[in-house]
């Protein structure tokens, strides 16, 4: 049987003729020119069968790969018992998946809210905020991204993205990623909240130092403020720990998860202390579709899959063994290689964007981050093998 997005038999170029059907439609915000039809781990194929080693994997969010069984049999054996259940009603596999979540998060976190996407969750992070605290201005770091609804755009630091939609409805306070001085003098007691990613994904791959972090949590405390971390990207085990911040020691008030929570279907998870939850009066906040039973379903299936093949340990070891390979390839075109784990950030001396379509025709997927960043956030399950393939590929295109 063919499916709606199978290109007909009879296409001399299905590649072609999907992407003209796809145009036809759509929004116009992209242009794109590659059309995929099927994955497996983290393999990915065209619409013409072209093989692709897949170091994007959905801007991190095919975190146990592609056709994962146990993620692909959990969401059709859900959609078979339900599929609808909202949050005022409790459902078994919701409460299982939460179960499982809080199983990989520190005290004093106890309470979630979920949603929808990580934007729609930072949305959340942000009415929390004004409720426990009173407050509505946010120090935010430059170079963060949050996501484009109005609130999370605030937090937002990209002015092309921000301009065109201001005056925006939260003031922030701009301050220098991982300058602690600047952070100082920033907090408040007017903050509602210190917003911050253990580590930027969008601003170009950069960890944040533990002391950075640290001072964060101290300013918090001194002046009654939430310490709120995003970690959209860089959660759920990509760093090496389930939450990147861990590696800092650090517990925020609030912490946003989503991308590779569901392995790929859309969910949003706003996870915070006992203290703040209780802050938002009786339907201060709610969702249709957060927390259902398909999503959570799929969410517990991917919480499984990390433990059961010791994926955020493996992440440590392909990270690794990634930036070993990048570094070993000594090309005078590379900046810098940062990040942690399975979030590598390299910066090149130059533009991103060509070596980016280069690596692509080579069968080699990667993103940007920024204008002369390349971002390696491959599936987690991706192989030594795959790794060396991957650097391979890297210093064929470098050197041209």
Same mark, same amino acid.
């Given at each position: ?18 992407? +003209? ?8 915000? %992209?242009?794109?020119?590659?059309? *995929? ?7 990915? %194929? ?54 499982? !979540? ?23 992070? !942000? ?20 996501? &484009?609804?109005?609130?999370? !755009? ?21 301050? &220098? ?8 003098? +920033?907090? =408040? ?5 210190? %917003? ?13 130092? +533990? ?25 759920? #085990? ?10 800092? #020691? ?9 991308? #590779? ?5 859309? @969910?949003? +998870?706003?996870?915070? =202390? ?47 063994? *990634? ?32 070596? @980016? ?8 997927? =990667? ?26 590929? *890297? ?6």
């Amino acid at each position: 049987m063919t499916t709606p997005t199978d290109p007909t038999p009879t296409d001399p170029n299905p590649t072609q003729a999907l992407l +003209a059907r796809d145009a036809r439609h759509a929004s116009g915000l %992209w242009s794109p020119d590659v059309a *995929f039809v099927r994955g497996e781990g983290a393999w990915l %194929w065209d619409a013409d069968g072209k093989r692709y080693l897949d170091a994007m994997a959905g801007i991190a969010v095919a975190s146990v790969g592609h056709a994962n069984e146990r993620l692909a049999d959990a969401i059709a054996t859900q959609a078979r018992r339900l599929i609808v259940c909202p949050q005022n009603l409790a459902n078994d596999v919701r409460t299982e998946f939460v179960e499982a !979540l809080f199983r990989h998060l520190p005290a004093p976190l106890e309470r979630v809210f979920l949603a929808n996407s990580g934007a729609e969750a930072n949305e959340a992070a !942000l009415k929390w905020a004004i409720a426990k605290t009173g407050r509505r201005r946010i120090v935010a770091a430059k170079r963060g991204f949050a996501g &484009r609804t109005l609130g999370a !755009l605030a937090m937002t630091w990209e002015a092309k993205y921000r301009e065109p939609f201001e005056p925006l409805p939260i003031p922030v306070d701009w301050v &220098r990623y991982d300058d602690v001085a600047e952070l100082e003098a +920033a907090v =408040t007691d007017e903050t509602a909240m210190i %917003w911050l990613e253990p580590v930027q994904g969008e601003g170009g791959v950069h960890p944040a130092s +533990a002391a950075y972090l640290r001072r964060a949590r101290e300013l918090a405390d001194a002046h009654g403020a939430l310490l709120g971390f995003d970690e959209i990207q860089c959660g759920v #085990g990509r760093t090496g720990r389930f939450l990147a911040s861990e590696h800092a #020691g650090v517990v925020p008030d609030l912490v946003v998860l989503a991308k #590779g929570l569901a392995g790929g279907v859309p @969910i949003g +998870a706003l996870v915070m =202390t006992d203290a703040v939850a209780r802050a938002m009066p009786a339907g201060g906040h709610g969702t249709t579709f957060g927390g259902n039973p398909l999503a959570a379903a799929a969410g517990l299936a991917v919480l499984q899959e990390l433990d059961a093949r010791g994926l955020i340990a493996h992440a440590t070891a392909m990270g690794a063994r *990634f930036r070993a390979g990048i570094e070993a390839l000594g090309s005078e075109r590379v900046r810098e290689v940062r990040g942690l784990g399975l979030m590598l950030g390299i910066e090149l001396k130059e533009k991103a964007a060509p070596i @980016i379509a280069a690596l692509r025709d080579q069968g080699l997927l =990667t993103i940007n981050a920024g204008a002369t960043v390349i971002r390696f956030v491959p599936p987690l399950v991706i192989t030594e093998a795959q790794v060396d393939e991957a650097v391979a590929i *890297f210093g064929r295109v470098l050197r041209g």
